[in-house]
């Protein structure tokens, strides 16, 4: 079983940029797809990009294209997103999530979780 701690959220200017990382312990990292998810207040959890476990396919929702890359490190046990031109819709709570098998954009199919960290983008 897999353990996911995130880290690197906090606030931004809009425009600006974050890095997010998400470390994984406690069980094999490179079996896994790896997704990043975000939730803001009273909105559905939604996928925001995903990464298969080799990093060879990369799957990103329309409305970060361009902006934001999804990237893994199997050696180091981490997966990133890398977040640049931040608009005011972007700020939520963002979770690494990991699964077995292909990518999915739906999070019930995925099993393991992160605490979340907190994005805020200032207009």
């Known amino acids: 079983q897999v353990q996911l701690v995130e880290s690197g959220g906090g606030l931004v200017q809009a425009g600006g940029s974050l890095r997010l990382s998400c470390a994984a312990s406690?069980?094999?990292?490179?079996?896994?797809?790896m997704g990043w998810f975000r939730q803001a207040p009273g909105k559905e959890r939604e996928s925001v990009a995903a990464?298969?476990?080799?990093?060879?396919?990369?799957y990103a929702l329309d409305s970060v294209k361009g902006r934001f890359t999804i990237s893994r490190d199997n050696a180091k046990n981490m997966v990133y997103l890398q977040m640049s031109s931040l608009k005011p819709e972007d700020p939520a709570v963002y979770y690494c999530?990991?699964?077995?098998?292909?990518?999915?954009?739906?999070?019930?199919?995925?099993?393991?979780w992160g605490q979340g960290t907190q994005v805020t983008v200032s207009s």
């Open positions: 990464v298969s476990w080799s990093g060879g396919n990369i």
């Open positions: 406690g069980g094999t990292f490179s079996r896994y797809t």
């Open positions: 999530a990991a699964k077995d098998g292909y990518y999915s954009w739906n999070s019930d199919m995925y099993p393991y």
